[in-house]
């Protein structure tokens, strides 16, 4: 069985903060995709990235930044000089090889002036 | 290159009436799904298509819930009769292929009175 957890429910930064959001997951599959998903106010979910289960290694886009480690089942989400245009619902979720998206329950992010 | 188009924006039904609702996926997409948010959770897969034959539907209560896709490119999701619990906002998305990223509508908010 495939599981996503998203043990922060509520995170509150203040602007230009960092904020790490943390995801776990499991799966007996070896092939599997992890993505993140960001979900604003106005409520359509917007893909940020994907990763398979053979790429480990970590990826930047800008303000933000990924920490695969299979190690420890995560998939980590780093928010860098935190922005009030960051404030929504980010989703973690996995799949595997193509399958429906299995989502955590999400960790709403505030970020204040 | 247009997004994922779903109609209504918005329901208010009674419960045990109909209600349906459409999705028209990204040109080209063979792939689509339906998902079920209900507020404070993350989306639930309720049936995923590949052209128009299903792959997964065994989380779609099809006692009350269909879905179809015609010619593998629109859908629409039936609810007959609807219950209360069946409020939330229900999501369609669509990908290229199996195992890529998905991209979502803006969904449909199901009010059941």
């Known amino acids: 069985a495939q599981k996503v957890t998203q043990a922060q429910t509520e995170i509150s930064v203040v602007e230009k903060e960092d904020v790490t959001l943390d995801c776990v997951y499991e799966?007996?599959?070896?092939?599997?995709?992890l993505f993140w998903y960001k979900q604003p106010p106005s409520g359509e979910l917007v893909f940020l990235i994907r990763?398979?289960?053979?790429?480990?290694q970590n990826e930047i886009s800008g303000r933000y930044s990924w920490n695969f480690q299979k190690s420890t089942s995560s998939f980590n989400f780093t928010i860098t000089a935190s922005q009030v245009v960051d404030s929504a619902v980010y989703f973690c979720a996995l799949s595997n090889s193509g399958y429906a998206l299995n989502f955590g329950k999400g960790t709403s992010l505030l970020v204040t002036p | 290159e247009a997004g994922v188009a779903q109609s209504p924006r918005y329901k208010i039904i009674e419960k045990r009436q109909s209600v349906a609702f459409w999705c028209n996926p990204i040109?080209?997409?063979?792939?689509l799904y339906w998902y079920q948010q209900i507020l404070g959770q993350g989306p639930k897969l309720l049936i995923q298509f590949q052209n128009n034959g299903v792959v997964d539907d065994s989380q779609l209560p099809k006692d009350r819930f269909s879905a179809e896709r015609l010619k593998g490119v629109d859908s629409t999701l039936k609810i007959q009769p609807a219950k209360l619990e069946d409020s939330a906002v229900y999501l369609c998305a669509s990908s290229y292929l199996l195992a890529n990223e998905q991209f979502f509508g803006p969904g449909t908010r199901l009010t059941v009175l």
């Open positions: 799966t007996r599959d070896t092939t599997y995709y």
């Open positions: 990763r398979n289960s053979f790429d480990e």
């Open positions: 040109s080209g997409h063979a792939t």
